[in-house]
């Protein structure tokens, strides 16, 4: 069983900078997609940014609203993917999500971090 934890949401200020950080024990993420998800209360889980597999070149996208201002990456040493947020906007307060699949039969969840963006 792969367990996922993110860590590094909080309260940051228009305009500010934050890196959530997606750290995994049990398995490899790095043979595995990672996905990281947000939701608002009311609204479906929204994808923000994903990264593949490394056998499967680790490529990246993003979700519309984030891109040019999120990166995602991994660091396979610390089996950790990140999420660089920056230029944060007050419409990107939400529950951050961690997503880890191994194929389609494999499925795992973090609890999820919270990020507010206000002044």
């Known amino acids: 069983q792969v367990h996922l934890l993110e860590s590094g949401g909080g309260l940051v200020q228009p305009g500010g900078s934050l890196r959530l950080s997606c750290a995994a024990s049990?398995?490899?993420?790095?043979?595995?997609?990672v996905g990281w998800y947000r939701q608002v209360p009311g609204k479906q889980r929204e994808l923000v940014a994903h990264?593949?597999?490394?056998?499967?070149?680790?490529?990246?996208e993003y979700g519309d609203s984030v891109k040019g201002r999120f990166t995602i990456s991994r660091d396979n040493a610390e089996n950790t993917v990140y999420l660089q947020m920056n230029s944060l906007k007050p419409e990107d307060t939400a529950v951050y999500y961690c997503?880890?699949?191994?194929?389609?039969?494999?499925?795992?969840w973090g609890p999820g971090t919270p990020v507010t963006v206000s002044s």
């Open positions: 997503n880890a699949r191994l194929g389609n039969e494999y499925v795992f």
């Open positions: 049990g398995g490899r993420l790095s043979i595995m997609n």
């Open positions: 990264i593949t597999s490394i056998t499967s070149g680790a490529g990246t």
